[in-house]
């Protein structure tokens, strides 16, 4: 089982900046993608960076140039710096992990949530 615990979050003015950890802990041989997904009211869940454990990265579109995701993998810790907010960067943000077991099964896991509001 892994767990994923999330911190940072809160509230900041259009403009500001935000930086997001996310710490996993528990029983695995090796965290593989980690990521960071976002869910506003009434919307689906959606993408906003991935990086894989060599360190390539994915980003949604609306976040290009704003957001860096980065990892340590000493630490097993996934970070996304989040520069220039807008007022529709509001969401709960949840962090994700691909993790390899001892029996070389691969499961992915979702941190509890935690708020982005971007205030005007």
């Known amino acids: 089982q892994v767990q994923l615990v999330e911190s940072g979050g809160g509230l900041v003015q259009a403009g500001g900046s935000l930086r997001l950890s996310c710490a996993a802990s528990g029983s695995f041989v090796r965290i593989n993608i980690m990521g960071w997904y976002r869910q506003a009211p009434g919307r689906q869940r959606e993408l906003v960076a991935s990086?894989?454990?060599?360190?390539?990265?994915n980003y949604a579109d609306s976040v290009k140039g704003r957001f860096t995701i980065s990892r340590d993998n000493a630490q097993n810790t996934v970070y996304l710096q989040m520069n220039s907010l807008k007022l529709e960067d509001t969401a709960v943000f949840y962090c994700?992990?691909?993790?390899?077991?001892?029996?070389?099964?691969?499961?992915?896991?979702w941190g509890q949530g935690i708020q982005v509001t971007v205030s005007s």
């Open positions: 990086i894989t454990r060599g360190g390539s990265t």
């Open positions: 994700s992990a691909s993790a390899l077991n001892r029996w070389s099964a691969e499961s992915n896991y």
